[in-house]
């Protein structure tokens, strides 16, 4: 009887170091499954995405990704994007903007935009291009406009005896220098710039709202509205919170009950890692222009 203990004690130990390794290895396959595709679904249910655009807009890249990753989810019936911004740059406004309507005609999918806090100027530009607009009563939205600021130092280097030079091929290659004063021609050409990037918003506003231009030139003035004069104006359809938008984006796609929703979840990268860690130690150096246009509620 002793001779067959240690050889059954062996095997014991071998048994239950499999096991050990059998569920290492699956817990880790579980892990990176998740990581690698975090939107995987075995539940077969239809399901409402929800993604949440928050912050003055400075990139669309992130937005964009989430909207074809559930536009090309079979499982998403429709998609809604909770919009709590002031608005930002007229570019990745406008890269967002296009992408909501991509998503609406080549994928046939009903996208609810619900208003937070604010939703003005660019937040305001994107939730035009939704199928539904739902905001709460006391929602900032509107601002319906295009905003430049630029600084003029001139006056503060003479002060501190600092002179600026500035070597140019055209007359206008340095407009908005903070280094001198502007002068009319150049204040006339910003002007147009800005004119016709203000005509843009309006345009998208009454395509989005299925008004007329001239409709919506009066509200374009960059006021800013309530979600409840909002809606009397015809710029929000109903007035809710996230929890309507919800309701109405499974109504709308034939959902019963209490629909399931589903957020993005990150990718593991690597990349973005090491970004965040070494950001805490070497400042990161960003290049702007003297000009820049913004979709942006001016505080």
Known sequence: MSEDTPPTAGKKRRILRRVF?????????????NALFPDLDFSGENRIALIRLEGVILDAQTTIGDLKRFSENPLVKAIVLRIDSPGGGVVPSQEIHDAVKRVRSKSNKAIIASMGTVAA??????????????????????????????????????????EGVVIKSGRFKDVGSPLRRMSDEERKLLQSVMDDVHQQFIQAVADGRSLEVSEVAPLADGRILTGRQAKDARLVDELGDLEDAIRIAADIVGIEGEPKVLEPRRRFSIRELLESRLSSFFPKLELHTGVSLKYLMAF
């Open 21 to 33: 390794w059998i569920v290492v290895i699956g817990i880790g396959a579980v892990v990176l499954i």
């Open 121 to 162: 100027s660019g937040g305001y530009y994107i939730a035009a291009a939704s199928d539904r607009i739902i905001a709460n009563p006391g929602t900032l939205t509107g601002s319906i406009g295009v905003i430049m600021e630029m600084a003029n130092v001139e006056g503060l280097l003479k002060k501190i005896g600092v």
